[in-house]
């Protein structure tokens, strides 16, 4: 009776140990050794850590992504916590606005780089020459400042509706008792908002902010379409420089080094937030 | 068919919520487990069932031993305080359902006689074509319980199933349940923080406290004799008044009291195996104190708090000495706030438990005695 | 403190539809200024949808609510002024006990120092004081019960408050501690209330006034002593007391020139009071006793004419007392009568009944006989 749990959980494990345990183990391997192509292994130690945590590329990138992250979290989880407010709470809108949502979810990432692509070519994307009616030349291809934000409001773009839909999901198991009380008590909207609805949303803004922090944090395909990482490297961030050092470069220990370093950094950036929005205004707030 | 465990143990991380319990349950006995809210009585219950396992001891019914067998192996029923149900079922198919997923292959005409007799015994017959979200919450309560009797479980384990209900339903069905079960060759275990249900449809009656059970008997032994301190303060509608007093003889009679403090004495009749100068702890019900203006016959005089009268019964809540006491009187009373209540109490009717073990050491004459 | 009253309230749910409800049929209702009232009624028997249509919650489909003669009806619940306990402490966690009771008065622009002697008012009342900076996350459902009643009491101009089942969530161990301070606060204040349960027993203990209801319709409003002592109908006889009354049925017969009921061969006279309302041709007839009324005798009474003899199908341990389910020798009918808790029987044992005439009520087609 007791071994029957373990037996539904088996073939799940072997999926995990096959797709996450053993590539884990292969990279640690990796990266304490220097593997060119053609030569025997030989191993390094520490040595590729030191190089990586030296290197002027690396520490751009983890620059540039820890900035990029920022941006995304203060722009996207206000806004979509906004729009999950303003989305009707019955009625034939509420389908309606789901949908809609869903849709830039569903597009496959690449797609999506390549749709903005699209967008701010200088020969036939609406941008640049909705620009040009403004009198600004926009460019991404060869301006740092128009490659930043563009990425940025692609990842908005992208990516927003998730936050929406979580928030939206919070705010629907809030029981209407509370916002009951709160006008009995006479509060104002404002005050309804940040004494009935945030608190309760604490539990869902905790995932919210988590998702998007991991998954903004390993951004891969849609800059790499929309700018290939350039102008230069300004729009290089991590996961790109790490894949480039080590397929393009044939530095796999390196490469190997460099992703358990970016593995650490995320979870440790996880865990800090975690933290402190667990204890943030105190009380219990959110759900279990 | 009884139930034995054999010194059960279990523990959530640092908690030992079970203790090593031995406890047999009686064939075909409605046998109640009572313990305040948190206790572990649905551990307890779930272990017997065997949807839990413990960490240590052994589950036997009628003496073959069932610790490691897998609960849809055995023939148990369950009833849950939510009642649960198959929403997209009818009531009639929410019953049907268990003879139909069992290993037996029941004809249809079987399932329906039985989904009927069924139904029948547990007044649910006119509902049978509903589905349960259009049904009281009675009778939802008592869909579950059939679903859980369809099958003539040897055992029905309950988890507090009245709890949901409205008081008058719960009344009803204390009621109800008293008859059913003593009609059927199930034998049922009941768990319930409420004292009051137990007492009203048990056979049996098991104290769950700290982990042990630490009295179990028949539902009148338990409740005219019990037999340590948590018992007596926790079966009774209301409990039963508990006050520290030390024995005192005077030098010069054979009288002697109950001293509470320099004004109270309780005449202590027919306890002479006691010593004087010692303390213990005085039981006395709620119900066995009578109201007297006479201050000669007047035993205690504590000042009311408070007076709930329903209907024809009166609960007095009271402060004696900084302590808590309730009397319960038959006839609607109109009493202040603050105003100084005598009672007179019958030493016939005591109870005198040892204040550190808090077992009981002796008991007034008119209580009966169970060998 | 105000006076609420609604006139002829009905409201239908999903009306015109196959679901169509009736869930309250013209209801009218008038609560005394600082009274403390009680709505009570089995589950589905629309106290709940009341108790919305007067907090503002919901609109009536027909009818009026007044308070102080003003009419409401169009009125949001916050220009009501009616303050709501509901079933679940609602409490704003991210503010410590204080800040929830300071909450509504800060809305209303009050100055602080004002604000501190109203909360400190209210936490002497209700026994806040320990906990006025506690968290609520840490205190549990009994005592948020209590923060979120303080927060409804707290502002001057509060004209009622309304609690909606408020023990839902206490533990019954708790229960009483917290009632008693709900009471102590409504008195104190003076706030008409409204409390709304299917627990008879802390309706009859908090309110002054009862209001039956069942499948819409209010059935009698009335102090919990004459809801006990005179009930309007069969319904509330049986519903109010645990357990409620026997209604046994019975003919008319008369007896020495006076009207009695009839069992089987059994003839139980009746109240003097009302004799002459009887009516001997009358069929569809009860007579109510409560189980405490009733005296039993285990010794055999001999010639006294007065007792019937029944035997024990069961006896039940409740509240303090036992309760013998017997059946009428010779009959079907069954009569619950309670007795001490140590009064020593068995079931199967033969017993004799007896019922003192004034505890006898007389029902005619399901309502009460009274004398005029």
Redesign the interface.
């Known amino acids: 009776m007791k071994q029957r749990p373990w037996l539904f959980l088996l073939p799940a494990l072997l999926l995990v140990s096959i797709s996450a345990f053993i590539p884990l183990m292969t990279v640690m391997n990796y990266s304490q050794l220097t593997l060119l192509p053609g030569t025997e292994p030989y191993f390094a130690g520490l040595e590729n850590f030191i190089a990586v945590l030296e290197d002027e590329g690396f520490r751009g990138a983890l620059q540039r992504q820890i900035v990029f992250s920022f941006l995304v979290l203060i722009t996207e989880i206000p806004l979509g916590l906004g729009l999950a407010l303003c989305m009707p709470k019955e009625g034939p809108g509420v389908g309606l606005s789901l949908v809609l949502l869903g849709i830039p979810l569903l597009i496959p990432w690449n797609v999506v780089g390549i749709i903005w692509r699209v967008f701010t070519r200088s020969d036939i994307g609406v941008l640049p020459a909705a620009f040009d009616w403004f009198g600004y030349s926009y460019s991404v291809s060869s301006n740092t400042f128009d490659a930043w934000w563009t990425v940025l409001a692609m990842d908005i773009w992208h990516w927003t509706p998730l936050v929406v839909l979580i928030c939206y999901a919070g705010i629907q198991a809030i029981p209407d008792e509370y916002y009951m009380a709160a006008k009995i008590d006479r509060a104002s909207p404002w005050k309804t908002f940040r004494y009935v609805t945030l608190p309760n949303l604490r539990g869902v803004l905790i995932i919210a902010v988590l998702l998007r922090l991991m998954d903004s944090f390993k951004i891969y395909a849609e800059p790499f379409v929309l700018t290939g990482g350039g102008p230069g490297s300004s729009t290089t961030f991590l996961s790109t420089y790490t894949s480039r050092m080590a397929i393009g470069g044939f530095q796999m220990g390196r490469g190997a080094a460099t992703s358990l370093i970016y593995f650490f950094i995320v979870i440790l950036i996880s865990f800090v937030i975690y933290i402190i929005m667990l204890n943030l205004g105190q009380g219990a707030g959110g759900d279990q | 068919m009884g139930i034995r465990v054999e010194n059960l143990h279990k523990s959530f991380g640092t908690e030992q919520v079970l203790d090593g319990i031995t406890l047999d349950i009686p064939d075909r006995s409605f046998f109640s487990v009572v313990a305040p809210t948190g206790a572990g009585k649905t551990t307890l219950l779930r272990i017997m069932a065997g949807i839990e396992s413990a960490d240590a001891g052994t589950v036997h019914y009628d003496g073959e031993e069932m610790t490691d067998v897998a609960v849809q192996d055995r023939s148990v029923g369950m009833v849950y305080q939510e009642f649960i149900n198959y929403p997209s079922l009818t009531v009639r198919e929410n019953l049907a359902s268990p003879l139909q997923v069992s290993g037996e292959n029941y004809s249809a005409e079987e399932i329906d006689r039985r989904v009927q007799e069924t139904a029948e015994m547990l007044k649910i017959d006119h509902i049978l074509n509903n589905l349960p979200e259009e049904v009281s919450g009675g009778e939802a309560q008592r869909t579950a319980i059939s679903r859980a009797l369809i099958k003539e479980p040897d055992y029905l384990f309950m988890d507090e199933p009245l709890a949901n209900l409205d008081y008058k339903l719960r009344e009803q069905l204390r009621s109800d349940f008293e008859r059913l079960f003593s009609e059927q060759d199930t034998t049922v275990i009941y768990a319930t923080p409420q004292a009051g249900d137990a007492l009203a449809m048990s056979t049996h009656i098991g104290f769950l406290h700290d982990g042990n059970i630490i009295q179990k008997a028949l539902r009148d032994e338990i409740y005219y004799r019990p037999r340590h301190l948590p018992v007596a303060e926790y079966l009774g509608e209301p409990p039963m008044n508990i006050v520290p007093v030390t024995l005192v003889q005077e030098p010069t009679s054979t009288h002697r009291y109950f001293e509470v403090d320099d004004e109270t004495r309780i005449p202590a009749t027919g306890f002479d195996s006691l010593s004087p100068g010692e303390t213990y702890h005085l039981g006395f019900r709620p119900q066995d104190m009578t109201l007297t203006e006479n201050s000669a016959e007047a035993s205690i005089t504590p000042t009311l708090s408070f007076v709930e009268t329903v209907g024809s019964t009166s609960t007095l809540h009271m402060d004696f000495q900084g302590r808590e006491i309730y009397a319960l009187h038959p006839n609607p009373l109109h009493l202040e706030t603050g105003a100084e209540i005598s009672f007179a109490l019958d030493p016939k009717k005591f109870y005198v438990y040892d204040p550190e073990a808090g077992n009981l050491i002796a008991a007034g004459e008119k209580i009966p005695s169970f060998s | 403190m105000a006076e609420i009253e609604v006139r002829d309230i009905r409201h239908v749910y999903d009306a015109g539809t196959a679901d169509e409800t009736v869930a309250v049929d013209h209801v009218d209702l008038t609560l005394q200024d600082g009274s403390a009232n009680a709505l009570l009624g089995?589950?589905?028997c629309g106290k709940t949808t009341l108790l919305q249509i007067i907090s503002g919650?919901l609109q009536p489909t027909e009818g009026q609510v007044l308070i102080d003669g003003e009419d409401v009806t169009d009125q949001?619940?916050?220009e009501r002024d009616?303050?709501?306990v509901?079933?679940?402490p609602?409490i704003?966690?991210?503010?410590?006990v204080y800040g929830n009771l300071a909450?509504?008065l800060r809305?209303?622009g009050t100055p602080e120092n004002e604000i501190e002697e109203r909360v400190q008012k209210i936490a002497d009342l209700l026994e806040l004081n320990d906990i006025l900076h506690s968290?609520?996350?840490n205190l549990g459902p009994e005592l948020n019960q209590l923060v979120?009643l303080g927060?409804?009491i707290i502002r001057a101009d509060t004209s009622a408050i309304l609690f909606d089942e408020p023990m839902t969530d206490v533990?019954?161990?708790r229960k009483?501690t917290i009632r008693?301070r709900v009471k102590e606060a409504q008195q104190e204040f003076e706030i008409t209330a409204l409390y709304v349960t299917?627990?008879?027993?802390e309706a009859?203990?908090f309110a002054e006034q009862v209001a039956i209801m069942r499948d819409g319709h209010l059935v009698q409003y009335d102090s919990?002593?004459t809801l006990?002592q005179n009930p309007v109908n069969t319904f509330i006889g049986h519903?109010?007391?645990?357990?409620?009354m026997n209604l046994l049925d019975c003919g008319v017969t008369a007896n020495d020139e006076t009207p009695h009921a009839q069992i089987g061969p059994h003839t139980i006279a009746v109240s003097e009071d009302i004799h002459d309302e009887i009516d001997l041709s009358w069929t569809d007839c009860q007579i109510g006793i409560?189980p405490?009324?009733v005296t039993v005798q285990v010794a055999d009474p001999k010639e006294d004419t007065n007792y019937i003899p029944a035997t024990v199908d069961?006896v039940?341990?409740?509240?303090?007392?036992q309760i013998l389910?017997t059946r009428l020798d010779d009959t079907d009918v069954e009569v619950k009568a309670r007795v001490?808790?140590?009064f020593?029987i068995e079931e199967g044992a033969s017993i004799w009944l007896s019922f003192p005439p004034d505890t006898v009520q007389f029902f005619h087609e399901k309502q009460a006989v009274h004398a005029q």
């Open positions: 089995p589950s589905g919650l949001p619940p916050s009616i303050a709501q509901f079933q679940f609602v704003y966690d991210s503010m410590d909450f509504p809305n209303g968290s609520p996350s979120a927060r409804g533990e019954p161990a009483l008693r299917h627990d008879q027993h009859l203990t919990g002593e006990y519903f109010i007391g645990s357990p409620g409560r405490s009324s069961q039940e341990m409740v509240g303090g007392y389910t001490a808790h140590d020593m």
